[in-house]
């Protein structure tokens, strides 16, 4: 599909197998998402701007390379989105960090704000979106307005599973957003679920029902 980035790495194809087995236990399931966020991290940042900084070695003066610009910021939607920040800020420690709560309105079925806490500075900063399933695409278009909102202009969205449906939703909204998946699925169910899927990504991580 136009605009979408499928990581298509070995490493985070097997990873994502073993994720979607339903006798996959919470703590592997844990333990892989971890795994795969660190590689997802490696791809959507491949192209970061490099700088020169001239260094010191124990033998020499050099001109060693540097990712250029202010520090990256990673954008967790609550919350499933902190499954995958976890291994990208092993792979990013400096990263500043914003996170976005929302929850589906029973009668609108449109999402509702409940937090938000971001850096200040949003516009001269590359933000990564993570939320680890495109479905509906409703809580990702919404958070990614609310960040242009607070003045954001250079976003990428990560995820690890994107429905065809929410692609067009998000790609409708966010036209200038990349979005980057491990997979795009068949389509969503009556019940807003990923097909074939993981099942409920948060209730997998969290053990929860
Ligand atoms: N959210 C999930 O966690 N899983 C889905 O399949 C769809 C949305």
Redesign the pocket.
Known sequence: MDGVNVIDHPLVQHKLTIMRKKETSTAGFRRLLREISMLLCYEVTRDLELTLETIETPLVEMKAPIVEGKKLVFVSILR?GNGLLEGMLELVPSARVSHIGLYRDHDTLQPVEYYFKAPDDLDERLLIVVDP?L?TGNSSIAAVHKLKERGAKNIRFLCLLAAPEGIRNFQEAHPDVKIYTASIDSHLNEK???VP?L????DRMYGTK
């Not at 099942?199 to 948060?202: E, F, K, L």
């Open positions: 499933a399933m479905a807003g679920y990923i899927g099942g409920d990504a948060g």
